[in-house]
């Protein structure tokens, strides 16, 4: 059986396996020796994401995930003057939930590497074109997201992480040091293009081929190695029951 990686996080994840999408590079690169198990929730913050947790990692698993990606805070940091003020979760709560988070996935087994990426940039301007796309005239002025506030929640992302001992993807700084990352890496200031999938993508690949990943046999033997005339052969150094 495959080992398990776990992305678990709000709409940016559940996104991830959309043509060009980091998730599914993920599962391409490790393709035939781990299986990529998407667990994305589109509009959920990390207060809503803890009644799930008993049934995306049951305590007591036989096998449970070898990785596990967090990436939560895009809508714990929606402002509470705007729309999305019913997603706003304060910063300390935030942080304690993604605390929660690592504590239940670690005590299913302390072997599980469990990564955490702060909630990307935030363009103002472009939710606000987003929006007037969607409503026209209608669309609020206000801001359901800033890029201040949302840096303060990726701070204390990267903080616990530092804390904890685990290794994370500051994405907020990352994007940020690319000019112009406003259009090139957000389709509507807050979720990704491609390129945005492919920095994502770059920082959390490095942290899993470090951690062996990449160096994982594949679950059964390559079409080279395997014999015309004897193709029992090759399974049985894979399969001895075959």
């Not at 939930?97 to 909630?119: A, D, E, F």
């Not at 472009?126 to 990726?154: F, I």
């Not at 293009?193 to 690949?205: H, I, K, Q, R």
Request: charged share 20%; proline share 6%.
């Amino acid at each position: 059986m495959r080992p398990q990686m776990v992305l678990f996080g709000d709409s940016i994840t559940q996104q991830s396996f959309r043509s060009g999408g980091w998730g599914a590079a993920l599962a391409d690169i490790y393709s035939r020796k781990v299986d990529v198990v998407l667990r994305g929730y589109g509009g959920y913050n990390t207060r809503w994401a803890l009644f799930m947790l008993n049934q995306i990692f049951p305590l007591g698993s036989a096998k449970p995930p070898a990785a596990v990606t967090i990436f939560f805070g895009a809508n714990d940091a929606a402002r509470l003057e705007g729309t999305g003020k019913r997603q706003h979760v304060p910063v300390e709560e935030y942080k304690d939930n993604l605390r929660k988070m690592v504590q239940h996935i670690k005590s299913g087994s302390q072997n599980t590497l469990v990564v955490l990426i702060t909630p990307p940039p935030i363009d103002v301007e472009g939710r606000r074109e987003y929006a007037r796309s969607l409503y026209g005239d209608k669309a609020s002025e206000t801001p359901d997201r800033t890029n201040e506030a949302t840096s303060v929640y990726a701070k204390q992302c990267v903080m616990l992480a530092n804390e904890l001992g685990l290794p994370s993807v500051d994405l907020w700084s990352k994007m940020q040091e690319t000019d112009g990352w406003q259009k090139k890496f957000l389709s509507d200031g807050l979720h990704l293009t491609p390129e945005g999938n492919a920095v994502v993508f770059s920082e959390v690949v490095k942290i899993f081929d470090a951690a062996g990943f990449s160096d994982l046999p594949y679950d059964f033997p390559s079409h080279s190695e395997i014999d015309a005339e004897h193709p029992e052969k090759a399974f049985l150094q894979h399969c001895p029951a075959v």
